[in-house]
């Protein structure tokens, strides 16, 4: 990843001076890797010399002596020893530490060492994806935190990122719905606040209930209701009037659960079903008369040779059915075709439930037969696991439904308040304070028990340990960062201040090559699209820190003026770093718990 602004990380630079040494001691090798990793017996361990002495056909040990006599001296490495078959053991030098963070520390674009590719495309990411005229609930939200982590990561790491939310706002419930307003005007229209987000909600899910009720029950009114979508997808002024009135009316309800979320969702992001309905019958043209679908009984499909039901027969994606209605493939190939062509996207990286993988490949694999995606252009599902309770099985409420995704925020909230009023007297916290720090502490547990997982694995939703100061929780980050805070408040007149000439102990050490490694990380979990990789990089942080504060007393009247600059440089640099890295998974860090 070409880097641009920001300072070679020691890793990199010390990877460099390694493989121009085996070119120099070996050139008839060629190009070289010599597999640098971090190592518990020095700071960095080279393997690569193994491979190439088998290659090569020589001794690795005498090989390794000579790469080590063509490493140039300098001020970078401590310390080399050939170790084992050929290993390089390789420890760096304090004043290599000191000084590479002390220059990330000052760059003016406050990059933390995070370089910008220079090569970044534009991805367009969809998330985030709530249905029209219901409520969101625990399934919706692995969707939102973690494609709302990654518009961020990709972002900040150059990346050109295109917000979509394919919100469900279309379809055969619609006509119901809108026959109902039709036959009971004003049905939509709610008391109080017009932009309260749970009075919205409250009025949708009235109307749906009462409509939902006479279709079962009225002949009549499900035939009025089956003619009106054929009237909302012919476009019908009327009828499209109506329709836009849930929409609106859900958008109020969807800003006020992704503000509860601390999430940015803009309007003009919020593209649904509906703002693909001009494209599907010319999406459906295409395949047809490229060959790439087919007709089957009547429907529109695309067969797969590897795609098997249980009996043996091929399952084909339908495009469009019998009945001439469009399947739910017409939209997102048709999304594709939009995505690709006008927003002019190289990666389409879509945020969606584990369990529609197969319902992906077979619409990635059509649209690659179709040749909207090719080498230039690809499509990855960052497919998540399922949200469990306690006992294991998908997380529910005691009557087997659903949990609310507003009730889960809201006792989240609740029980990081409490957290924190326990503490509030012995900081000096306002009850402003209080109610604000409980909410991002709150929130952020949730975004961070969710994101600290591996995106496609399931995982346990339990807010005893999600709030808890102890573990890898978000909490314990906060409270690091705001310990970090409390301690630059109290230095005084003492600035934090780089030493290069200090030797260090071996707690600022690791907390050094620890800080050394944000940049290399976050290129990572971007090219992965691994938020997990973030998570864990900050709680060995938060870790290190803490060894550090039982071994390094910081404003200690024993230390020389230098050492407690150092030591207010590593710590403050510490505090940037986690704030960095929990602002790109959307957790906020409070300066004060």
Not at 291 to 311: I, Q
Not at 363 to 374: I, K, Q
Not at 454 to 465: E, H, T, W
Not at 488 to 502: F, N, Q, S, T, Y
């Amino acid at each position: 990843m070409p880097e641009h602004g920001s300072v070679p990380s020691l890793a990199s630079t010390l990877q460099q001076q390694l493989a121009d040494a085996l070119t120099a001691a070996l050139p008839e090798a060629g190009t070289a890797d010599p597999l640098l990793r971090r190592s518990d017996r020095a700071d960095f361990q080279a393997n690569g010399i193994l491979a190439l002495a088998k290659k090569l056909k020589g001794n690795p040990r005498e090989l390794a002596a000579q790469v080590t006599a063509a490493l140039p001296a300098g001020e970078l490495i401590k310390d080399i020893e050939v170790s084992g078959p050929g290993f390089l053991n390789i420890t760096l030098t304090d004043r290599a530490i000191v000084e590479t963070l002390a220059a990330r520390a000052a760059d003016p674009e406050g990059r933390l060492g995070v370089p910008v590719d220079a090569a970044a495309g534009t991805t367009v990411i969809d998330y985030a994806q709530p249905n029209v005229a219901k409520e969101m609930h625990v399934g919706h939200l692995r969707s939102a935190v973690i494609g709302d982590a990654m518009v961020k990561i990709l972002e900040f790491t150059g990346e050109s990122v295109v917000r979509r939310h394919h919100i469900g706002d279309w379809g055969t419930q619609f006509g119901m719905l809108i026959q109902y307003l039709i036959e009971h005007p004003g049905a939509l229209k709610h008391e109080g606040d017009a932009s309260d987000g749970e009075a919205a909600m409250s009025t949708l899910n009235r109307v749906y209930k009462a409509s939902r009720a006479l279709f079962d029950s009225d002949e009549e009114f499900k035939a009025r209701s089956r003619d009106r979508v054929v009237a909302l997808q012919a476009g019908d002024p009327q009828t499209l009037e109506l329709w836009q009135g849930f929409v609106d009316e859900s958008k109020i309800y969807f800003h006020s659960v992704f503000d509860k979320l601390d999430m940015e969702v803009r309007d003009p992001d919020i593209v649904g079903e509906s703002g693909y309905n001009d494209m599907l019958e010319e999406t459906c043209r295409i395949l047809e008369e490229t060959g790439v679908a087919v007709r089957s009984e009547g429907a529109l499909c695309v067969f797969f040779d590897d795609v098997l039901g249980p009996d043996g027969n091929k399952v084909p994606l339908i495009v469009k059915k019998t009945n001439g209605g469009y399947g739910y493939a017409a939209t997102d190939l048709s999304a594709i075709r939009n995505r690709v062509q006008d927003l002019k996207a190289d990666t389409l990286l879509y945020v969606v439930d584990a369990r529609q993988s197969l319902h992906f490949r077979m619409v990635f694999e059509t649209a690659r037969r179709a040749g909207w995606l090719n080498e230039d252009v690809q499509a990855v599902q960052l497919a998540f696991g399922t949200v469990l309770g306690k006992d294991g099985k998908p997380f529910k409420t005691r009557e087997g439904e659903s949990v609310r995704l507003e009730d889960l925020l809201d006792e989240a909230v609740s029980r990081a308040t409490a957290v924190v009023r326990e503490k509030a007297e012995k900081v000096g916290l306002s009850e402003d304070e209080i109610v604000e720090n409980g909410r991002y502490v709150g929130v952020g547990a949730v975004k961070y028990a969710d994101l600290s997982t591996s995106a496609v694995r399931d995982y346990k939703f339990d807010l005893d340990q999600m709030v808890s100061l102890n573990g890898d929780t978000s909490v314990y980050l906060q409270y690091a960062y705001a310990r970090i805070r409390s301690i630059l408040r109290k230095a005084g007149d003492a600035v934090p201040a780089a030493h290069p000439e200090l030797a260090l102990a071996p707690a600022e050490r690791a907390l050094g090559l620890h800080l050394d490694q944000f940049g290399e990380v976050l290129s990572e979990v971007a090219l992965g699209y691994e938020p997990h990789k973030l998570a864990a990089y900050l709680y060995q942080l938060a870790s290190h820190l803490t060894t550090f504060y039982d071994q390094c007393q910081v404003l200690s009247p024993d230390n020389a003026p230098e050492v407690v600059e150092n030591r207010l440089f590593l710590v403050d640099l510490t505090a940037r770093t986690l704030y960095r890295g929990m602002a790109l998974l959307g957790i906020r860090t409070p300066e004060r718990l």
